[in-house]
């Protein structure tokens, strides 16, 4: 298009994005009207893409991390025809695929669920590292801040990786339109405040006029021909351009136009300009194909050895038996042992640094472009990522987290370190998977198996070496779990997992010799919970005592009584979980100060028996 044709679907997408808003009788129009020319310069002049193949792996990915925009984002996909004016206005209806925020369960053109301000351009690095290093069919990433988001500390954490990794094909094009929600951002149409930031971290700056089409096509081909480096497009907007009675004004945020139609008459009336976006170039994707089948690691019954140790073996094998598996870790690959992936797999290993937030979000960009990624921690750090784990659920994202050092038999090292809010965490993910094993061969299975699921997945790892408990060829089916002592004479089961389990059968063993039967369950599968085996083992044994290195809140005993609400007797049931706050000890001072060591699983078991038959 020439420049009076720009500016003419700048303005249309200003008209579509009203018109969307105000039959929704809500939405962000003012906020999509400012960024109208910098959309309708990329969609027209730079964008590659084949809306009718979003999977094509040489389209360019574009990420509205300003959310809230959304009326802009359907107002271009109509312009782009993708959409037609009658599904546009629908936006923000019953049964509508335009949501008030868009997500790619609905959409097959959105990369990632936004709305959560910040969030787009860490993912935004993602999709744009798994370009540079793994799919390498030379797309380019574009996303769309807004001005606002950039108090947001996970936007430096990306700018600082971005910058790392020399993404010279990432462009952030933040649209800088001086007001938020409330009232005006902290350094309002200053650009050479954020321009400052931006360039600390190592990037190339552009500040723009972001209404001067001509000056943003020219930006956005410096940005296309910058080397080296990713480069950050800063442009003065005005919130609500075009519409005098809302331009540059506070209060105005997240409603519709108090005259949608006098608006849309001010902006020149409806159009219905057709845009031909550039096509992405041909090109495929070439994965490495497995030669060999899997070989997980085999160990044997009675040796000792940390399930941390038995997922970071377990992944190296899964990453030569698979070429799209990828590892992510946060500068503790030492620990969690995603180590021994790095050194069989260095070209699909990426060091996210202490960052946990761009951690999960290079996660999630990952999968985005078709990657199976385990991204690992200490099982306490990624209570600070939990915000992108939980829109990684919004998006449908396929990743796999391992959170190691959990629970208080980590020892010495004290509450800092230790995961006892994690199995609650995870449980309350929409669609997540939750598995905690115990020993090494159900470590490895389990990891395996973690890459055939879906949604948000879910690894709890230990730190010190426990006993093999399985043979290597035992199967763990998720879902399920393992009864590993039982008799028509049982009194009471104990249900446990992980470092618990070993404990609950050193506990069974010594009322075994006070002539109290004993059941226990490996709760292996935190969720989807094997109701069927607990259920019988109420209806069998009368007495349920869960046993669990977490906080009481959330954890296995939860995940248990989620076996009785459909109406049925709940069974007597104690739980047994971390109650206090933990200092340095060893291990099994650790245990036994919390309660939930082999000798306090017994008393509470006699004390529990006792109970039944007295009652």
């Known amino acids: 298009m020439k420049t009076a044709e720009l500016n ?21 129009p003012t906020s999509s009207m400012s960024a109208a020319e910098l959309m309708a310069v990329l969609l027209d002049r730079h964008l590659h893409y084949d809306f009718e193949r979003p999977a094509h792996p040489a389209n360019d990915r574009f990420v509205l991390s300003k959310g809230h925009a959304s009326p802009l984002l359907y107002a271009a996909y109509k312009a782009a025809g993708a959409v037609d004016d009658a599904e546009l206005l629908t936006f923000r209806s019953l049964g509508s695929r335009l ?74 094009i933040v649209d800088v339109n001086r007001l938020g929600q409330r009232g005006p951002t902290r350094h309002g149409h200053d650009l050479d ?41 800063l442009a003065r907007t005005l919130k609500g351009k075009g519409v005098a009675s809302v331009q540059d004004r506070e209060g105005l945020h997240g409603k519709p136009l108090p005259d949608p139609e006098e608006a849309i008459a001010e902006l020149g009336g409806p159009r219905d300009l057709r845009v031909r976006v550039r096509e992405p170039r041909a090109a495929r994707t070439l994965r490495s194909v497995p030669t060999e089948t899997l070989e997980l690691p085999r160990y ?32 503790v690959g030492d620990s969690t042992r995603t180590e021994f992936f790095a050194k069989a797999h260095p070209d699909r290993f990426f060091e996210c640094y202490i960052a946990e937030q761009q951690l999960i979000a290079a996660a999630v960009g990952m999968a985005a472009r078709g990657w199976v990624p385990y991204a690992a921690t200490f099982a306490a750090f990624f209570t ?23 629970g208080v038999a980590i020892g010495q090292d004290g509450p800092s370190q230790m995961g006892l809010e994690d199995l609650a965490m995870f449980r309350s993910v929409y669609g997540s998977t939750v598995l905690y094993p115990c020993d090494a ?33 035992e199967e763990f089916p998720v879902g399920g779990s393992k009864v590993l002592r039982s008799s028509d004479e049982d009194r009471l089961t104990v249900v446990a ?21 004993v059941r226990v369950i490996d709760l292996y599968s935190v969720k ?85 038959v007295a009652g």
């Open 384 to 406: 600070r990522a939990f915000d992108f784990v939980r829109m990684a659920s919004i998006s449908g994202a396929g990743i796999n987290l391992v959170g190691s050092h959990a």
């Open 99 to 172: 949501e008030g925020h868009p997500t790619p369960r609905r959409l097959p053109w959105v990369e990632t669920a936004t709305g959560s301000l910040g969030q787009g351009l860490p993912v935004g690095v993602g999709i744009a590292l798994a370009g540079k290093r793994l799919d390498r069919t030379g797309y380019r990433v574009w996303v769309l801040c807004g001005d606002s988001e950039l108090a947001e500390g996970s936007i430096w954490e990306a700018a600082e990786h971005a910058a790392y990794e020399h993404l010279d094909n990432l462009t952030a």
């Open 528 to 612: 989807p919970v094997d109701r069927h085996t607990l259920r019988r083992a109420a209806e069998e044994t009368g007495c349920l005592l869960t046993v669990e290195d977490h906080h009481e809140e959330g954890g296995i005993g939860d995940a248990v009584l989620d076996a009785f609400v459909d109406g049925r007797p709940v069974p007597r049931l104690v739980r047994l979980a971390v109650r206090t706050m933990p200092g340095s000890a060893a291990p099994d001072e650790q245990l036994h100060a919390a309660g939930i060591d082999a000798q306090a699983i017994a008393a509470a078991g006699r004390l529990l028996v006792g109970e039944t």
């Open 300 to 331: 044997e019954r009675g040796d000792k050895v940390a399930t941390r140790d038995a997922f970071g073996r377990a992944l190296a094998a899964l990453g030569t038996a698979r070429g799209d598996v990828v590892a992510l870790d946060g500068e």
């Open 8 to 28: 003419d679907l700048a303005q249309q997408l200003r008209v579509d994005s009203v018109r969307a808003s105000a039959a929704a009788e809500s939405g962000h």
């Open 441 to 473: 061969n159900q470590t490895a299975k389990l990891v395996a198996t973690m890459a055939g699921l879906h949604g948000v997945r879910y690894l709890r790892t230990s730190r010190g070496g426990g006993p093999v408990l399985y043979g290597p060829d």
């Open 193 to 233: 405040a954020y321009a400052r930031r931006f360039h600390a971290f190592g990037w190339h700056t552009v500040e723009v006029d972001g209404h001067d089409v001509e000056a943003v096509d020219r930006a956005y081909t410096e940005a296309e021909s910058t080397s080296g480096q990713p480069t950050v497009i």
């Open 497 to 517: 997992a992980g470092v618990t389990v070993p404990e609950a059968l050193t506990a069974a063993e010594l009322l075994a010799g006070e002539d109290v039967a």
